[in-house]
């Protein structure tokens, strides 16, 4: 059967780098073919080919037999080719309905019939998402779930997701799969990049894995296992390092000073009494399902969002009662949060990775010059924090919109660490990112909390929970139910204390 989509010896370059080198893909009609690699590997760079938003360097594109050259993402769209990016391409001042209806109006539009059309349709994706908020009103998850119902609208012959199930929950990523089956017995083609490697081989009929911009495999589904899929990633084993029962075994940290002390916390219907403690030299984990009021908890500690007026609560700080209305404060009283939603709100990304990293180091008032801009220091803070984060770029001058997700969440953690808190909350700092940066990162947050930070991590993978944490907090409905030394601590008690 001739493929649908052929790449032949492609081969793209930015200012000179290569970040594909002669690499060969095709894609049957009806199809799921899954697309695997590290950061940086070239898997967002090669599907972004297909779907117009790059022009090839060297090579070929070939759709249905016919070479093509797209110049825009609306080309490749006109073709069949549509394309759910890893961060949303939405756009905020609209509501849902109008963005699942964008670029495909009507002449004469009446806004309740689109609001009524949309509505029928994402309630036959099983998506809970109400068709008359704004975007901007909405979770990660809920604009995930608007990306692929758009893709889906559009009747496409090739839907890309890249990374589409990072922000779901267990029931939506269920949802999510089934339309994917649905999809593909309608003749639909998908490419299905994800870090996830369990949902790769159970979800997809072949699968590749590109490695430094090069084809490295490509083989049916059922000749793979993680530990063949992971060596193909990054050249070696890495089950032993990554979730791997060794860690069950380590010792937990012991009580540090509290540094943090929240009581009966509020905020509307998100946040309902709420109270914990985190303490210095240790990790604290918070495991909750999508909606549960972790992120809103984080964001009215370190000032991001504000609590009830009235009846709100109490957060101390080292023993001191705090009330902060702008994150600038908390960060200088040492309280620093990396968000979950690194585009939106973890960089500037027209900026270079330099400029970002020094930016924070500027907003917090915490460099030795005061207001004055220095250059040099600049550079050297930006190639100190690269050096130790392991930010895959051309160089510090590179824009962060061009790096890859793993290597922006990079960046984002650098611009926290930089600003030097005593307590760090990260907000799902693995979400879209490889195993080898995995790794990496987790490797970052246990030097922090073996340095004395107090850390919060917050996350959904419940693995990642059970390897870092020297503690474990279950929040459910907008409070914090259950705590779990790691001595008592298993997946099914956590998962327990969060669902019921």
Same mark, same amino acid.
């Given at each position: 059967?001739?493929?649908?989509?052929?790449?032949?010896?492609?081969?793209?370059?930015?200012?000179?780098?290569?970040? *594909? &080198?002669?690499?060969?893909?095709?894609?049957?009609?009806?199809?799921?073919?899954?697309?695997?690699?590290?950061?940086?590997?070239?898997?967002?760079?090669?599907?972004?080919?297909?779907?117009?938003? =790059?022009?090839?360097?060297?090579?070929?594109?070939?759709?249905?037999?016919?070479?093509?050259?797209?110049?825009?993402?609306?080309?490749?769209?006109?073709?069949?080719?549509?394309?759910?990016?890893?961060?949303?391409?939405?756009? !905020?001042?609209?509501?849902?309905?109008?963005?699942?209806?964008?670029?495909?109006?009507?002449?004469?539009?009446?806004?309740?019939?689109?609001?009524?059309?949309?509505?029928?349709?994402?309630?036959?994706?099983?998506?809970?998402?109400? !068709?008359?908020?704004?975007?901007?009103?909405?979770?990660?998850?809920?604009?995930?779930?608007?990306?692929?119902?758009?893709?889906?609208?559009?009747?496409?012959?090739?839907?890309?997701?890249?990374? !589409?199930?990072?922000?779901?929950? !267990?029931?939506?990523?269920?949802?999510?799969?089934?339309?994917?089956?649905?999809?593909?017995?309608?003749?639909?083609?998908?490419?299905?990049?994800?870090?996830?490697?369990?949902?790769?081989?159970?979800?997809?009929?072949?699968?590749?894995? *590109?490695?430094?911009?090069?084809?490295?495999?490509?083989?049916?589904?059922?000749?793979?296992?993680?530990?063949?899929?992971?060596?193909?990633?990054?050249?070696?084993? *890495?089950?032993?390092?990554?979730?791997?029962?060794?860690?069950?075994?380590?010792?937990?940290?012991? =009580?540090?000073?509290?540094?943090?002390?929240?009581?009966?916390?509020?905020?509307?219907?998100?946040?309902?009494?709420?109270?914990?403690?985190?303490?210095?030299?240790?990790?604290?984990?918070?495991?909750?399902?999508?909606?549960?009021?972790?992120?809103?908890?984080?964001?009215?500690?370190?000032?991001?969002?504000?609590?009830?007026?009235?009846?709100?609560?109490?957060?101390?700080?080292?023993?001191?009662?705090?009330?902060?209305?702008?994150?600038?404060?908390?960060?200088?009283?040492?309280?620093?949060?990396?968000?979950?939603?690194?585009?939106?709100?973890?960089?500037?990304?027209?900026?270079?990775?330099?400029?970002?990293?020094?930016?924070?180091?500027?907003?917090?008032?915490?460099?030795?010059?005061?207001?004055?801009?220095?250059?040099?220091?600049?550079?050297?803070?930006?190639?100190?924090?690269?050096?130790?984060?392991?930010?895959?770029?051309?160089?510090?001058?590179?824009?962060?919109?061009?790096?890859?997700?793993?290597?922006?969440?990079?960046?984002?953690?650098?611009?926290?660490?930089?600003?030097?808190?005593?307590?760090?909350?990260?907000?799902?700092?693995? &979400?879209?990112?490889?195993?080898?940066?995995?790794?990496?990162?987790?490797?970052?947050?246990?030097?922090?909390?073996?340095?004395?930070?107090?850390?919060?991590?917050?996350?959904?993978?419940?693995?990642?929970?059970?390897?870092?944490?020297?503690?474990?907090?279950?929040?459910?409905?907008?409070?914090?139910?259950?705590?779990?030394?790691?001595?008592?601590?298993?997946?099914?008690?956590?998962?327990?204390?969060?669902?019921?």
């Amino acid at each position: 059967m001739r493929p649908i989509v052929e790449m032949k010896n492609v081969t793209k370059e930015f200012y000179g780098v290569a970040a *594909l &080198r002669d690499v060969s893909f095709d894609l049957a009609p009806g199809e799921v073919h899954a697309l695997l690699g590290e950061n940086g590997a070239g898997k967002s760079t090669l599907t972004k080919i297909m779907a117009g938003v =790059y022009e090839v360097t060297a090579g070929q594109l070939v759709i249905d037999g016919e070479p093509q050259s797209f110049k825009t993402p609306a080309e490749a769209l006109q073709k069949g080719i549509a394309m759910v990016f890893q961060e949303t391409s939405l756009v !905020p001042s609209l509501t849902v309905a109008q963005n699942l209806y964008l670029g495909n109006e009507k002449f004469l539009n009446r806004l309740r019939g689109i609001y009524i059309s949309a509505q029928q349709f994402l309630q036959s994706l099983n998506f809970g998402v109400d !068709p008359t908020m704004f975007v901007s009103q909405l979770g990660a998850a809920q604009k995930q779930m608007v990306e692929i119902a758009r893709a889906v609208h559009h009747k496409a012959k090739v839907i890309i997701f890249d990374e !589409p199930t990072a922000t779901l929950t !267990p029931e939506e990523k269920h949802h999510f799969f089934a339309l994917i089956r649905r999809l593909k017995k309608d003749g639909v083609s998908i490419i299905f990049i994800s870090h996830a490697l369990e949902e790769a081989l159970a979800i997809s009929d072949r699968i590749t894995v *590109l490695r430094d911009g090069q084809h490295v495999i490509t083989d049916l589904a059922k000749n793979f296992d993680r530990d063949k899929i992971i060596n193909a990633m990054v050249g070696r084993a *890495l089950s032993g390092e990554l979730y791997g029962k060794d860690a069950q075994k380590r010792i937990p940290r012991p =009580y540090g000073q509290k540094i943090l002390s929240v009581q009966n916390l509020s905020m509307g219907r998100m946040v309902r009494n709420t109270s914990f403690s985190v303490y210095s030299g240790q990790i604290t984990g918070i495991f909750g399902l999508i909606g549960s009021g972790r992120t809103e908890t984080a964001k009215i500690i370190s000032g991001v969002v504000k609590r009830d007026f009235f009846h709100g609560g109490e957060v101390k700080l080292e023993g001191r009662s705090v009330r902060y209305r702008v994150p600038r404060k908390a960060v200088q009283d040492g309280i620093v949060y990396v968000t979950e939603d690194r585009k939106i709100e973890g960089f500037f990304e027209t900026k270079s990775i330099a400029e970002n990293i020094y930016l924070n180091l500027l907003s917090a008032d915490l460099n030795k010059n005061g207001v004055v801009v220095s250059y040099s220091e600049m550079i050297e803070l930006a190639k100190e924090w690269t050096g130790k984060l392991n930010v895959k770029a051309i160089n510090s001058d590179a824009r962060v919109v061009e790096l890859s997700g793993g290597n922006q969440q990079k960046v984002v953690i650098a611009r926290a660490l930089v600003q030097k808190p005593k307590l760090i909350i990260f907000d799902e700092p693995t &979400r879209g990112v490889d195993v080898g940066a995995i790794a990496e990162l987790h490797q970052v947050i246990n030097s922090l909390a073996d340095a004395g930070l107090a850390v919060v991590v917050i996350s959904s993978y419940l693995p990642e929970v059970m390897n870092l944490a020297d503690r474990v907090l279950v929040s459910r409905q907008g409070r914090v139910v259950e705590e779990f030394a790691m001595e008592e601590a298993t997946e099914e008690k956590i998962m327990y204390a969060a669902v019921h």
